[in-house]
């Protein structure tokens, strides 16, 4: 038997997958401190510099703190930290009772993070990439179906 396999790759509004961009707002908790997006999160944690962070973090959207975040000086272990970074940031994002579901809700479609401005690391531009976002979400999914799982009696 095939099974039906579907693709989500495209993170928009449009599409009715907003919520699965970094640029969704949904405030964070990092030490404390709010941010608005993913983004903001990801973007400032690029360095160790508290006040280059606090800039990002405040910033007024996440194109402003994607921006802002090109301009830094990265912390030396950031190809290291980057990719636990981020799935520490998404899982936190959908432990918002209202995300969390409409994750769940891709069952078990590929998520493709498709996008046109190259980046190739997070995603796919024009048919190449490692679409590491993609992956981590597909991840945090199973993750979470799992702990769901192990909830039921």
């Not at 970094?22 to 160790?48: R, W």
């Not at 802002?68 to 912390?75: D, H």
């Not at 997070?122 to 769901?148: A, H, P, S, V």
Request: with cysteine; net charge positive; hydrophobic share 35%.
């Amino acid at each position: 038997m095939i099974r039906d396999h579907r693709i989500i790759d495209s993170f928009t509004a449009a599409a009715g997958y907003a919520y699965l961009s970094n640029f969704y707002l949904s405030t964070i908790y990092i030490d404390g401190k709010p941010y608005a997006t993913v983004e903001h999160a990801y973007q400032s944690h690029k360095t160790v510099d508290e006040s280059s962070r606090d800039l990002i973090r405040r910033s007024k959207s996440p194109a402003e703190a994607k921006k802002l975040g090109r301009s830094l000086i990265l912390r030396e272990d950031w190809e290291q930290v980057k990719v636990p970074l981020m799935k520490s940031f998404l899982q936190k994002k959908f432990e918002s009772p209202f995300l969390r579901p409409l994750l769940i809700a891709t069952e078990n479609s590929e998520l493709i993070y498709s996008n046109t401005w190259n980046d190739r690391f997070w995603g796919i531009c024009r048919g190449t990439g490692l679409n590491c976002l993609g992956k981590l979400l597909m991840q945090l999914r199973e993750e979470i179906k799992i702990e769901e799982a192990e909830e039921k009696p």
